[in-house]
């Protein structure tokens, strides 16, 4: 009996101090997350302090400098973090996602020193909850074509229009907005939870990531300093750059949702008998698990592989689109057939398959849709866009 998930000794082409990290939020799981995820996600409840929590573990900007209060961790060590996160929860990796590539990322990147400072030791310590608003009600695959606006006045800026599906929305303190200026650049807004004109209308009654709050951006007619907005970037690659960021630690993030559905499936295949023995005996079973370990093993390869262009700067974002398309689908797969190895206890809270089931749902439809990247590896090898 084999019931390791590193079937291929990855764990040899990790670092000592990888494999602490990995250890040390793997824990915090286990003791901080497992007991209470299926009450959240039952009851559409998020779960109490995560920020704070999710801070203390140096999960939020594991790779921002120490200076700014991140870990100065490399990108295998994020990615290590994202996997172990989502083996609580995609709500929880959701969650150090968006706050660490989402608004972390571009205030590090494009923002002043002055922003730096203001923010990032708070985001980092999750004193600070930060939200990203770049989809909108009539653009979601095509953020090119949003319509909020950032428009002059005087010697400030007035912000207009409407963001939707906004993770953490209702509950953010500070929110990274993607709007169209006058000349139809595309600039980074810093808007704060008491701006006037801002509201964060929360999105009710939805099956999947339940543990994790939803909502949208209103913004009307917000005054907006020159102070809060990024100086570094005025294009599509502002958001695009964070959304490849996120888009890498879902891919590892991932492995973690198919890595306990795995193991829960095997360890009750190995207990449950039917017709006198286990049914981890009949072929049928081991056909699943045997497929199960074979993808989790391939996604964990090629998340290693990405892990190490990324810290030498070299991944690019269609290598990154082919890791988080294979990856979603990958652990959505093994959610919904590890499901049926358990019978009728996959439809109970008991076990996690259901609930890691319908969060990948979102997770296979945010940061690019799965034809949205596959519509990306078609244009890189062949050359010719076929999404517009
Ligand atoms: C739980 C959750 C949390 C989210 N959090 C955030 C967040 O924090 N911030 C944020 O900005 N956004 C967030 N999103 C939004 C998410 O990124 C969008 O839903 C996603 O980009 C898809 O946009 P859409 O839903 O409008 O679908 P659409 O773009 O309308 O696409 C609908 C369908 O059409 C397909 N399609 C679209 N264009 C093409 C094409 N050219 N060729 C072929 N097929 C195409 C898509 O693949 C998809 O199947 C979140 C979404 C969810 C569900």
Redesign the pocket.
Known sequence: MKLTTDYYDIDDLLSTEHKLIRQSVRDFVDNEIKPVIDDAAQHHHDIPDLMKKLGSVGALGPYIPEEYGGAGLDQMSYGLIMQELERGDSAVRSAAS?QSS?VMYPIYTYGSEEQKRQFLPKLASGDFIG?????EPNH???PGGMETKLTKDGENYRLNGA?M???NSPICDIAVVWAKDEEGKIRGIIVERDMQGFSTPETLNKW??RASK?GEFVFDNVLIKEENILPHVNSLRGPLSCLNSARYGISWGVIGAAIDCYESALNYSLERNQFGKPIASYQLQQKKLAEFITEITKAQLLCWRLGTLKNENKATPEQISMAKRNNVKMALDIARESRQIIGAMGIVGEFPMMRHAANLE?VI????????HL?ITGADITGINA??
Do not use: A, P
Request: proline share 0%; net charge negative; aromatic share 14%.
């Open positions: 968006v989402l939200s990203f608003g770049l989809t979601g695959s095509n963001k599906w906004i993770t999947s990531l939803t979102s439809t945010y940061e690019g849709t799965h034809d949205v519509l999404f517009v």
